[in-house]
């Protein structure tokens, strides 16, 4: 009997590790990315979402395991890169509050799987290693959510579009239009991205290149002589699946 207690171990000790962080951040990236890609009709989010979900059961699984830590670390990069500049870029620009706080408290999530990751290689896959520290990333993250959410009530605003411009949005990886068409001179364009991750309006042979996050709106004036001219997102491989049209400078 001496024995049995001599190797009890709390269960608070042995849960809430770095491998409970990664787990939790896990969790929490897959329900918003579900969420979100339910919300915003984007088949883009869901896709990503699913691969999220199949990570999570290989943690979930494998418990303790490396490599699927490993696999999962490379998500919490991916959507920390494509989020975090997505809710500043958001608040400098004053959008709306959705698409200030959903990035961030995606990117957030996405930095805590990458702390808890990182701590649980670095003690060899140990899941009772970094309980307290883990505990205190946590809660810590919880007061970043918090001042996002405050930071983007402050800073949201409902944009005006001017009455002379060429209106286009990107939804379900697909721009609005093909075919747009404007008269020579100045012109602008009001881009709207209604999708999870970010999309761009460029048009190379006039120096354009709107870049617009999750729920932007962004607007760009140039200067375009009469021709036809060829617009698309630059986003890797989004051209290549239909994100394309064709601007006429009459």
């Not at 042979?205 to 004036?221: E, F, N, T």
């Amino acid at each position: 009997m001496r024995r049995k207690w001599q190797n009890f171990k709390p269960v608070r000790e042995t849960q809430f590790g770095w491998f409970w962080l990664v787990q939790v951040a896990a969790v929490s990236e897959t329900g918003l990315l579900f969420a979100s890609g339910v919300y915003l009709r984007d088949a883009e989010a869901l896709a990503l979402a699913f691969v999220v979900l199949l990570t999570l059961g290989w943690i979930f699984f494998r418990p303790g395991r490396i490599v699927p830590v490993v696999v999962r670390s490379l998500v919490f990069a991916d959507v920390a890169f494509w989020m975090v500049p997505a809710a500043f870029s958001n608040a400098v620009s004053h959008s709306s509050l959705g698409s200030i706080l959903l990035p961030g408290i995606l990117g957030t999530t996405a930095i805590v799987g990458l702390l808890g990751a990182a701590g649980f290689l670095i003690s060899r896959g140990n899941q009772a290693a970094g309980s307290r520290v883990a505990r205190g990333v946590a809660a810590l993250a919880l007061a970043v959510i918090l001042v996002v959410a405050a930071v983007a009530a402050a800073a949201a605003s409902n944009s005006t579009t001017s009455g002379n411009a060429i209106v286009i949005s990107a939804t379900n990886a697909r721009f609005s239009a093909t075919t747009l068409t404007a008269n020579h001179g100045t012109v602008t364009v009001d881009f709207t991205n209604n999708d999870l991750f970010w999309h761009t309006f460029t048009v190379p042979a006039l120096g354009v290149d709107i870049r617009a996050p999750v729920k932007g709106s962004r607007q760009l004036s140039f200067n375009a002589p009469p021709g036809t001219y060829e617009f698309f997102c630059a986003i890797p491989g989004h051209k290549q699946i239909g994100m394309r049209g064709t601007l006429v400078i009459q």
